[in-house]
C-alpha cells in the first residue's frame, strides 16, 4: 500500500508519517543506544571538523596570504 492510498483512505499525512516511523522503528529496532551512539557520531564528527580546520589555519598561517589562495582551493 503506498503512501498516496493511505492518505486518500482517509489519514492524515501526519498519521501516514507517525505510522510509518512505527514501523521503521520497530523494523530496525530504534533504541536509545542507537540514539546515543548517533550523539557520538555526531560529537566525533564535530571534533574531527575542529581539528581540520585547526590544521588549514595552521597551514595558511605559515604559507603567508599569497598562497592562501592555492591552499583553500585545493
Known sequence: MG???AVSKGNTA???VSDA???AESA???TSDT???IAQINQAAEAENAINL???MA???EA???AMKSLTQG
Open 28 to 30: 530496525v529496532g530504534t
Open 21 to 23: 516511523s512505527s514501523a
Open 14 to 16: 501526519s498519521n501516514v
Open 64 to 66: 603567508g596570504p599569497k
Open 35 to 37: 540514539t546515543s551512539a
Open 59 to 61: 597551514q595558511l598561517k
Open 3 to 5: 503512501a498516496s492510498s
Open 54 to 56: 585547526a590544521q588549514t
